[in-house]
């Protein structure tokens, strides 16, 4: 059994920071590719970031690049992502997720509304709140 535990969620304002972790269990991350995501009620899940397996390659939705990174910490098997300079439209239940065939981000981030069906083992999410 695979399980992903997403933390470091909160509330925070506008050009605040917050790093989340994506911490897992029965399975090693270094293997995988493994993304974040984010969803707001009544809209469709958004593809944040993902991390490579092998070389680490990382990529980025638009709206994040410059603000957010993602890491790999391989002896503690897990995965962050540094949110910085948060803005109201960065609020959501952020989720991570796993693929065994790496990211594909590229192909994969044009295939709206189908990321649960490239990538698997997903957490119960952290909350992120951004407000003034």
């Known amino acids: 059994q695979v399980q992903l535990v997403e933390s470091g969620g909160g509330l925070v304002q506008p050009g605040g920071s917050l790093r989340l972790s994506c911490a897992a269990s029965?399975?090693?991350?270094?293997?995988?590719?493994v993304g974040w995501f984010r969803q707001v009620p009544g809209k469709e899940r958004e593809g944040v970031s993902c991390?490579?397996?092998?070389?680490?390659?990382?990529y980025y939705t638009d709206s994040v690049k410059g603000r957010f990174t993602i890491s790999r910490d391989i002896g503690k098997n897990t995965v962050y992502l540094q949110m910085n300079n948060l803005e109201p439209e960065d609020a959501a239940v952020y989720s991570c997720a796993i693929s065994s065939v790496g990211c594909k981000w590229e192909t994969r981030s044009r295939s709206v509304g189908t990321w649960n069906k490239f990538f698997g083992s997903w957490g119960q999410g952290t909350q992120v709140t951004v407000s003034s």
């Open positions: 991390v490579d397996e092998g070389d680490g390659r990382t």
């Open positions: 029965g399975a090693t991350l270094k293997w995988y590719g």
